[in-house]
């Protein structure tokens, strides 16, 4: 049996990769990614995903546009926000927009089981 259907949001590739590894090793099925505010609004519906992860900041707005955006077309969706800055004026926003909950790109060593927390209802 397959893991819950992920798309990823982040501008840095590099990190893109590092979250669909430590996904796919944990069983979850990364069914895309997205660099930017528009592609993730353009891509990630489509793709049907049980979970979204969003970065905070992007070159073309911000997790909270990303958010906002999902929330409507994927009212099911678990809409996580990933940041590695400390910013509680920008995690407010999130939740206010309609995000689940937040990761911390940094202290979570492993993002699946991180996100497991919250899909077991742990929603810091």
């Known amino acids: 049996m397959s893991g819950p259907r992920v798309f990823v949001v982040d501008d840095a590739a590099d990190l893109r990769l590092l979250f669909r ?3 796919e090793r944990h069983g979850y099925q990364v069914v895309g990614e997205a660099p ?10 489509g793709s049907a995903p049980e979970v979204v992860l969003i970065d905070v900041v992007l070159p ?3 997790g909270v546009d990303v958010v906002r955006g ?3 077309v994927l009212p099911d969706a ?9 910013d509680s004026a920008l995690l407010a ?3 206010e927009a309609g ?3 937040h990761l911390n790109k940094i202290e979570s060593a492993d993002m699946a089981v991180a996100l497991g927390a919250l899909l ?3 929603r810091r």
Request: glycine fraction near 10%.
């Open 21 to 23: 590894l430590s996904l």
């Open 36 to 45: 930017s505010v528009a592609l993730a609004l353009a891509e990630a519906p």
């Open 78 to 86: 678990l809409l996580v926000v990933c940041t590695g800055v400390d």
């Open 70 to 72: 999902l929330r409507e």
């Open 93 to 95: 926003a999130c939740r």
């Open 60 to 62: 073309d707005g911000s």
């Open 120 to 122: 077991a209802g742990d």
């Open 99 to 101: 995000a689940d909950g």
